[in-house]
């Protein structure tokens, strides 16, 4: 179910806050207050929807600052929240904004990029309502071009038509029964070949169609901000004076089909409407996820031609506040975008932040470091989860992987210890050690390995005890 935003055709989740955590609780390990943070901004999104629309420009949202270290949650909470909801998210990194003056990325490009991102959305959401209608008229263009109509044609000069009596088809060389039974025999042709081409027996065939260029719409151009990125359609600008070019390819039937099903469903629908739809989705619906905050905070450099922190900070500040940004889609607002800003902060905190900035976000949020019992619940608990994913690639190749209490216990006792003894790197260490665990299974697979692999503790020990004891080189491998 969805609520329908005054003035919009975009839908907020329905979802309560506790059908939210449960749901994030599918894929995250851990985290509560990060949870419940982030599911109550979503709520309120809602909340505000069912407002009058004069009080729904007042109601700001509160963006929210994940405090912790890498590897604990921050981005996939981020993530997992916008899919959840079908919400345009963008993941972007502060470092990679510079002040204005300086050659580089300005900060309201994160903006240009949340609206590119809506806009794919709800052009795959338009496609997606007229699928059925593409279909039957991708069908149509591929039987032309499998069994064009009209082979035969009657040699009459179209200006001699004019003048010819009742009696001129005699001159032609085909009779009326020749012709009709022609036709018959082709329209009995086609349907024989659409009965095919529906029981798909002539997708490996192939057929040449002719296949519009696309032109790459985007040009880099220099402004006092910076380098931005510009569409200019250069098509729509001039009309038919640089029509379209085409390009004839030889692929399979099931190709052509989708290549001009994609052609047909692009066609059907209304553009301008899909940009207007995905600009209001991205001013309230929008997430910009803004990690390492915490490089851009702290004290600037002095000496030498450093970007200033302070600087980026002051550039990203309006846009956080709530701005207006020219696209090539149109202006943008940001007053209702949901902004999630996470750092670690282990040399810098969140009050070396320029105070304007600080207080735009004021729910604060501290992710608490992964314990080994939370690496061994991330093994197996979320939907998608590590063991998961080995056992179903390795069973592609007839391989069954069985994964132990114990062997559990102990891939997580390591993991734990790696990251105590090294840099911790929370659950992104499991993705290592895993890896060289089941290296040589991998690698033997299909062919010199055994149908049934039993990864207990003894087993994890034995391909990993060597690196684990020796500190020098775990550093490097693990």
């Known amino acids: 179910m969805g609520l329908r935003i005054a003035g919009g055709d975009d839908t907020v989740s329905e979802l309560t806050p506790k059908e939210i955590v449960t749901e994030l609780d599918r ?5 509560q ?8 901004a979503l709520r309120n999104r809602y909340r505000r929807g069912r407002l009058s629309s004069e009080l729904q420009e007042e109601v700001m949202p509160k963006n929210i600052l994940m405090i912790g270290a890498t590897g604990v949650g921050k981005t996939e909470i981020a993530r997992r929240l916008a899919r959840l909801v079908k919400a345009p998210f963008l993941k972007v990194e502060a470092t990679k904004f510079t002040e204005v003056g300086y050659v580089g990325r300005d900060v309201e490009s ?24 593409a279909d039957r008229a991708a069908r149509r263009r591929l039987l032309d071009i499998i069994a064009p109509v009209g082979r035969r044609k009657k040699k009459t000069n179209p200006f001699e038509a004019l003048f010819a009596d009742s009696n001129a088809m005699e001159d032609t060389g085909i009779t009326d029964d020749e012709e009709e039974s022609e036709r018959a025999e082709e329209r009995k042709r086609r349907r024989d070949l659409s009965s ?26 220099f402004s006092g901000a910076g380098v931005e990125e510009m569409g200019i359609n250069l098509q729509s600008m001039f009309g038919n004076m640089f029509p379209a070019k085409k390009n004839k390819r030889r692929v399979s039937v099931a190709e052509a089909r989708a290549i001009l099903h994609n052609e047909e469903a692009q066609k059907l629908i ?28 702290g004290e600037d450099s002095r000496h030498g031609p450093d970007v200033s922190r302070e600087g980026v900070q002051r550039d990203i500040l309006p846009i956080v506040e709530g701005t207006t940004v020219m696209t090539k889609h149109g202006p943008v607002k940001t007053d209702h975008t949901l902004f999630i800003a996470a750092g670690a902060f282990h040399t810098s905190k969140p009050s070396d932040l320029v105070p304007e900035l600080q207080g735009r976000f004021p729910i604060r949020v501290e992710m608490h470091s992964l314990s080994r ?20 690639l390795l069973q592609t190749d007839g391989v069954f992987l069985e ?24 659950a992104r260490r499991l993705h290592t ?46």
Do not use: W
């Not at 903006?111 to 699928?131: G, H, Q, S, Y």
């Not at 002719?210 to 040009?219: A, D, G, K």
């Open 27 to 31: 894929y995250i390990v851990g985290q």
């Open 33 to 40: 207050d990060a949870k419940r943070s982030v599911a109550v």
């Open 110 to 133: 994160m903006v240009r990029d949340l609206v590119d991102t809506a806009i794919r959305m709800v052009r795959a959401e338009e496609m997606e309502k007229v699928n059925e209608e």
């Open 196 to 221: 095919r081409l529906d029981a798909g027996e002539l997708d490996d065939q192939e057929v040449e169609i002719e296949v519009e260029e696309q032109v790459p719409s985007m040009v880099e151009v």
């Open 270 to 297: 209304d553009m301008d409407r899909v940009h207007r739809m995905a600009i209001r989705r991205a001013e309230n619906e929008g997430i910009i996820f803004l990690d390492e905050l915490d490089k851009v905070a």
């Open 373 to 392: 019992e939370h690496l061994r619940r991330i093994l197996v608990e979320p939907h998608s989860s590590l063991t998961r994913q080995y056992s179903e």
């Open 403 to 426: 994964f132990t209490e114990d062997g559990l216990d102990e891939i997580a006792l390591i993991s734990e210890e790696i990251n105590t003894s090294t840099e911790n790197i929370g």
């Open 433 to 478: 050690v895993m890896e060289k665990l089941l290296q040589d299974v991998s690698f033997d697979a299909p062919d010199d390995v055994q149908d049934h692999v039993v990864v207990d503790a003894e087993y994890v020990r034995d391909k990993l005890a060597a690196i684990v004891s020796d500190r020098d080189l775990s550093h490097y491998i693990l």
